[in-house]
């Protein structure tokens, strides 16, 4: 299951929503969570700076082109915000595992299926741990609850559709972060936040708003 020991992190940095959308903050959680999957897992990992900023600027452009949809249901805007975020990250992939692949998980409570996923692909759980503890951090500040991780991100089937998918499509990274934070993807539009579940469900006028997938820059 998703280590979110790095959460309780998050969750102590004051106003945690908008100290990420600052790039010192954001390049400085996220070098804070790739050292916390080293010591739970025992992978470390090479940041590259350059990229981690260009994913950082991309995901702050839509984001803020986006952000009206904050109105609408605060606590789903910042699920889609996450997963664009997750996005970025796989696209730009500023990460590289360069040590420990072979070696035992080093942290306490850490599950075999979870040390299989990340051999598979630690980069991808890299991405994905930061972005489901920012939303349980964000989430627990706000509203004083935090998302339930589905059983399905502890299915190494279920990474292997995710990382063949994010390859063709990486806007499907929004609906796989969705699918691992119980909720309802949109597996036609998930770059598009007027079609997701939750906001229509809100809003009923959305209905009927699917657009294309986000595409790369």
Known sequence: MMDLRFKDEL???PDLHHRLRRLRWFR?????????VTRACGVQFQIDDARLTRAFLDWIEIAEGQKVYAGVNRADFIVFAAGVALRELIRHDPARAVTGLDAPATGAGVSTSTQEIVRFWPEGFLYTNYCVSAV????????????AIDSCADDLRTWWSY???VA???????????????GEPNWIAPGHPA????MQAVNPALQGAAQPAIQGH
């Open 28 to 36: 400085a959680t996220f070098r804070a969570s790739a050292k916390a």
């Open 11 to 13: 969750a102590a940095m």
């Open 168 to 182: 063709e499509v990486p806007a499907c990274a929004v609906a796989f972060l969705d699918r691992f934070l119980g």
């Open 136 to 147: 349980a951090a964000i989430h627990e500040q706000e509203f004083g609850t935090v998302p």
């Open 195 to 198: 079609a997701r579940h939750a």
């Open 163 to 165: 990382r063949e998918n």
